[in-house]
């Protein structure tokens, strides 16, 4: 008796293309395998299968009532099979209905949505994207099982995985922001003018420090935390009406000084620069979907001249 164990799989495409042939020098040709190749290959499918299969008549080969009422579920065996392994269809942006979810910082978010938005409006109508804002705990479990496409943010804060697939999307650098006609803030703003100053601090909790706070601790300096703000837009609109002032990214420090009374200088600290990245699961890597949105952000970055 047959055994699943045992059964040799690859038997099967022998079997229908002997089936279809009816002829071991045809079935031989089609498999590009010798006639007498084949001809072991019937051996072992009748022994497996313990039936004749074929039997040569005066008309030819002809298959036996067991061989006949194999072929059509062999048949749809094999069609299955066949579209389990063969790759996946290209992604259709235009006519895609797709949802994606984006987990992503408000810096991330203010920069490259303008850019990114109309890029799949016009290619991907139908598509859906959904982003989300990161938490301080890194969500893996979210990207293992899909429910985030892809994680947006800096990479010295997000400290991915090394198993994760991460690309650098663009470099940035922290600068102060200040309204415009500050009695403090120029080009020179030295160290002691900045740690002078009160400050606005951006925290999604609330509390806590940021980069700025732990390079001055590590040379025994604190600057004053005067407002903490957990959402990303008011943080300007107070800084323009105001002696306070943020840190701030480069690449948004400039965007906002276009449509606020606002100015930036370099800040009087080394701080290192900092690399937005891209972070995806390698389970989601060759995933067309996955890979046509990876493609349109590096190309909206690209727009942003990174």
Known sequence: MADLRTFDLNLLVAFDLLMRERSVSRAAERMFISQSAMSHVLQRLRQQLEDPLLVKTPAGMVPTARALALVEPVAAVLKEVEGLIKA????????????????????????????????????????NVHFKRTSNRFPLEAL?????????GFEVMLNPPKHLHCRTLFEDCMVCVARLGHPVVNPQLTLEEYIGLPHIMLSGTGAGSGQVD???????????????????????????????VMAFPKRTAEQLAQNQPLQWVPLPLDL???????????????????????????????????
């Open 88 to 127: 996946p269809a290209p992604f259709d942006p235009a006519g895609s209905r797709r949802s994606f979810a984006i987990a992503a910082t408000d810096y991330v978010e203010a920069l490259l949505l303008p850019k990114l938005a109309p890029r799949i409006a016009r290619q991907a109508p139908g598509v």
């Open 144 to 152: 293992e099982q899909g429910e985030i496409d892809l994680l947006l």
């Open 214 to 244: 732990s390079w001055l601790a590590e040379r025994g300096l604190e600057r004053r935390v005067a407002l903490t703000v957990s959402h990303f837009l008011s943080a300007p609109l107070i800084v323009a009406q105001t002696d306070m």
């Open 272 to 306: 290192p620069d900092y690399a937005t990245v891209m972070v995806w699961h390698p389970l989601h890597d060759r995933e067309p979907a996955n890979a046509w949105l990876r493609g349109e952000i590096r190309a909206a970055c690209a727009e942003l001249g990174a």
